[in-house]
């Protein structure tokens, strides 16, 4: 093969190579001012505007108080006991206790010291009435009631904000998960700031659109990445994100980017994780708190436990579309409180 013919056979390699260069180079740089919500990172920095949105976010936790009233087997205490209100005279003495929830509150109004802030209402649904039952035996099969527990009183706080005491329920709506907390409070409030970014469309979002993630996960604020899946109706603004979160995210802010940084827009909240509950037999409290050797037989008393399994990448959200909703639902009643959330829910 003569020199002449090399060369022209290395520059129709170089034609070649430079036509399919050309061509992957078109095929994965997407145009980023589409209109659409952005699925691939940006190459700008969101650091800033993070930081400026985190400062809306807070974290909310209820605290539920509770008496309870153990009874003797022998009692045999029936629900009849309980509409008549016999219960507390045969009960064996009374416990005081208390649970606590957290999750995550946004800021959505801050004007002439009313406060208000959205979040999940499950965070705040605790029970009024818990009752627990005795096995039924082979003798007497009916399940006689163990002990009743009554909520005395529910105590609602936001994170960093001691001067503003209790926080009241505004509205409510238990079937999609939302609530508004509200209160007015003495002092200077200048340094609480308002979400300020707009409300997006959840219906736009598409298969793997990329979303960020703010919440307070086991009481610290934390950001995340997520990944959306959408419903195959898209009429419907219903979407799930795979971002791995942790208790206490419920009521965290979800934000789409539409065509790059810094367009952030509020495409709904964190509902819940998908979750397993499990059931063991524990010591009492404090009892073992070191190495317990597994051969010898456990024969103190016992108690039930409850553990729940996190399904790590499977959550369920609030659109954006829903929270609207829910709002011009109650916007009346919000007003009449004097809570006129227009200036967020309508920017």
């Given amino acids: 093969m003569g020199s002449k013919t090399c060369i022209f056979i290395i520059i129709l390699l170089l034609v070649t190579l430079s036509g399919c260069m050309s061509r992957i180079s078109r095929t994965v740089t997407p145009n980023l001012h589409d209109g659409l919500y952005d699925s691939e990172f940006s190459s700008g920095n969101a650091s800033q505007s993070l930081q400026t949105i985190a400062c809306s976010i807070r974290k909310v936790f209820c605290?539920?108080?509770?008496?309870?009233?153990?009874?003797?087997?022998?009692?045999?205490?029936?629900?009849?006991?309980i509409r008549t209100a016999q219960f507390k005279r045969k009960s064996l003495g009374t416990i005081s206790s208390h649970q606590t929830t957290s999750g995550t509150a946004t800021v959505?109004?801050?004007?002439?010291?009313?406060?208000?802030?959205?979040?999940?209402?499950?965070?705040?649904?605790?029970?009024?009435?818990?009752?627990?039952?005795?096995?039924?035996?082979?003798?007497?099969?009916?399940?006689?009631?163990?002990?009743?527990?009554?909520?005395?009183?529910?105590?609602?706080?936001?994170?960093?904000?001691?001067?503003?005491?209790?926080?009241?329920?505004?509205?409510?709506?238990?079937?999609h998960d939302l609530a508004i907390l509200g209160k007015h409070c003495e002092g200077t409030m200048d340094s609480i700031p308002v979400f300020e970014y707009p409300s997006g469309h959840a219906t736009e979002l598409g298969m793997g659109s990329l979303v960020y993630i703010i919440g307070y996960p086991m009481g610290n604020l934390m950001v995340t990445r997520g990944i959306v899946s959408t419903m195959n109706n898209r009429s419907a603004a219903n979407f799930s994100v795979d971002a791995l979160l942790n208790k206490g995210y419920s009521g965290g802010i979800i934000l789409a980017i539409r065509d790059g940084l810094p367009?952030?827009?509020?495409?709904?909240?964190?509902?819940?994780?998908?979750?397993?509950?499990?059931?063991?037999?524990?010591?009492?409290?404090?009892?073992?708190?070191?190495?317990?050797?597994?051969?010898?037989?456990?024969?103190?008393?016992?108690?039930?436990?409850?553990?729940?399994?996190?399904?790590?990448?499977?959550?369920?959200?609030?659109?954006?579309?829903?929270?609207s909703e829910f709002y011009t639902k109650n916007r009346s009643a919000l007003v009449a409180q004097g809570y006129n959330l227009d200036s967020f829910f309508k920017k």
């Avoid at 827009?265 to 190495?291: A, C, N, Q, W």
């Avoid at 996190?310 to 609030?318: A, R």
């Fill in 108 to 175: 959505i109004l801050n004007r002439q010291h009313h406060l208000a802030l959205i979040t999940c209402a499950h965070i705040l649904d605790a029970k009024d009435t818990i009752i627990s039952c005795f096995p039924p035996t082979g003798e007497d099969p009916y399940p006689y009631i163990k002990s009743i527990s009554l909520r005395e009183k529910q105590e609602i706080y936001v994170k960093d904000l001691p001067e503003c005491g209790t926080f009241n329920i505004l509205a409510t709506d238990p079937e």
């Fill in 263 to 323: 367009n952030f827009e509020l495409v709904g909240i964190i509902k819940s994780m998908s979750t397993r509950v499990y059931y063991y037999l524990k010591p009492e409290k404090g009892v073992y708190e070191t190495h317990y050797n597994e051969f010898i037989p456990f024969t103190d008393p016992v108690y039930v436990g409850t553990e729940e399994s996190v399904n790590y990448g499977i959550n369920f959200v609030v659109p954006i579309e829903t929270i």
């Fill in 63 to 81: 605290v539920d108080f509770y008496i309870t009233y153990p009874f003797d087997p022998a009692a045999r205490i029936t629900s009849n006991d």
